[in-house]
Nanobody, 120 residues
Framework: QVQLVESGGGLAQAGGSLRLSCVAS????????MGWYRRTPGAQRELAAT???????NYADGVKGRFTISRDNAKNTVYLQMNSLKPEDTAVYFC??????????????WGQGTQVTVSS
C-alpha cells in the first residue's frame, strides 16, 4: 500500500505561482512513475504532468512551459511548480503514484486532492 498526501493548493491570481507537494509513504520502494492529474468541474480527471524514477517528464500540452514537475526520491516527494497561472488551471489536483507489483503488473494510487483556484 502507498499513501499520498498533497499540500500547497490554494488561491492565486492569474499570472501568479503555486507549488504543490505530495509525500508518499508506505511501500514506496516499488513506486515508479509519480505525477499530477487535475479535474475541473464537470470534467474527467486529466493529466497535468508525470515524472519517472530517472527524471523523465511528460506534460499536458496546456501546461508545457508553465508547470515544472520534479521529485526528491530521498524524501519520497513529488512537486509541481505552477507558474503563469491561468483561470483555466482552476481544478482539483490529484497526486498519482504507480507501484510495480511484479510480473509486469502495476497498481495506481491517488491522493485526496488539493484545490487550486486562479482568479482573473
Amino acid at each position: 500500500q502507498v499513501q499520498l498526501v498533497e499540500s500547497g493548493g490554494g488561491l492565486a491570481q492569474a499570472g501568479g505561482s503555486l507549488r504543490l507537494s505530495c509525500v508518499a509513504s508506505g511501500s514506496v520502494f516499488s513506486v515508479t512513475t509519480m505525477g499530477w492529474y487535475r479535474r475541473t468541474p464537470g470534467a474527467q480527471r486529466e493529466l497535468a504532468a508525470t515524472i519517472g524514477t530517472a527524471g523523465t517528464t511528460n506534460y499536458a500540452d496546456g501546461v508545457k512551459g508553465r508547470f515544472t514537475i520534479s521529485r526528491d526520491n530521498a524524501k519520497n516527494t513529488v512537486y509541481l511548480q505552477m507558474n503563469s497561472l491561468k483561470p483555466e488551471d482552476t481544478a482539483v489536483y490529484f497526486c498519482y503514484a504507480l507501484q510495480a507489483q511484479g510480473w509486469g503488473s502495476h497498481r495506481e494510487y491517488w491522493g485526496q486532492g488539493t484545490q487550486v483556484t486562479v482568479s482573473s
